[in-house]
């Protein structure tokens, strides 16, 4: 699925503010002397929610913002993202003088991504997926919270749907996010939905039910589906890869607009997207599905 029609990630927690005439930050309510360790860890956490806080749909920020979504004062926004950009994670723009992520990023990101086994292993596979199909294929991996593209082979098409690098979904009609949590315990999933922490509007005990029956069926099937369920114009499916162990370690995605996507060739694109997953579990030395 494209980032514009999924949920952005949330920001780390933050400890509530001490109570004084002008409430302070959390990284105000650490600068008192004697507090050095606190003082250091509170400013690495405000830096990484002042990163997290740039997306696909608005990689452009200002520092006003940046300020209201992470909860901090603007100045110290600024001075964060005046460090950030000596070092090259973000940089301005030369037109509206707001943020965006900088190459820094990369190069950080870079030893990673080069290191990730699936990812080496899902490329010339995602590759014929994408020229097979005409959609847009990508490699999903999971945090336990979130589905993340790691790898993205857009289509062809002058209208298509694309799925960032880096872009982190937690809908749970999402296509990616249906596979892996299938792999949780029903406790587990019981409380990732109750929680909010995968995102699905008016849960209650008879939708919670039929998801999880749902999450079932996508087993069974070897693919899931997302038609048109988190964005009206758009189609997901996605399949489970798996490494040595059985273990589902990734998901082979495919993101298409809805209108090239007729109930027929949704079938069509679920057993290419689950032959395209099985290719890459062989290649990590997974089971063959029977």
């Not at 400890?15 to 650490?30: F, G, H, I, L, V």
């Not at 790898?151 to 298509?160: A, V, W």
């Not at 070897?222 to 589902?248: F, K, L, M, Q, T």
């Amino acid at each position: 699925m494209s980032a514009r029609s999924h949920q952005r990630a949330g920001m780390p927690g933050q400890a509530a503010p001490a109570k004084y005439s002008e409430p302070m930050t959390p990284a105000e309510s650490n600068d008192a002397p004697g507090n050095g360790e606190g003082k250091g860890t509170s400013v690495i956490v405000n830096a990484i929610a002042v990163l997290r806080s740039f997306s696909a749909e608005e990689p452009l920020l200002g520092v006003t913002d940046i300020a209201g979504r992470v909860g901090l004062h603007k100045s110290t926004v600024s001075r964060i993202l005046a460090t950030l950009e000596q070092e090259n994670l973000v940089e301005r723009d030369v037109d509206s003088r707001r943020f965006r992520l900088g190459l820094g990023m990369i190069a950080m990101a870079g030893p990673l991504l080069a290191e990730l086994e699936e990812r080496r292993a899902a490329y010339s596979v995602l590759r014929e997926l994408a020229e097979r199909t005409g959609e847009t294929s990508a490699l999903m991996v999971w945090n336990g919270v979130e589905s993340m593209c790691v790898e993205q082979i857009p289509s062809h098409h002058e209208i298509k749907h694309t799925t960032p690098l880096g872009a982190r979904y937690r809908d749970a009609m999402s296509s990616s996010v249906q596979v892996f949590l299938a792999q949780e315990p029903e406790q587990r999933i019981r409380e990732l939905l109750q929680s909010g922490s995968i995102a699905y509007p008016g849960l209650d005990d008879l939708s919670l039910d039929a998801y999880l029956t749902r999450l079932k069926e996508d087993n069974e099937r070897g693919w899931a589906v997302n038609y048109g369920e988190s964005s009206i114009d758009e189609v997901g499916i996605a399949a489970p890869v798996r490494d040595h162990r059985g273990g589902v370690v990734a998901a082979v995605l495919i993101s298409a607009p809805r209108f090239r996507v007729s109930r027929d060739r949704l079938q069509i694109l679920g057993e290419a997207c689950s032959a395209a997953a099985q290719k890459v579990t062989a290649r990590l030395g997974g089971p063959a599905v029977r």
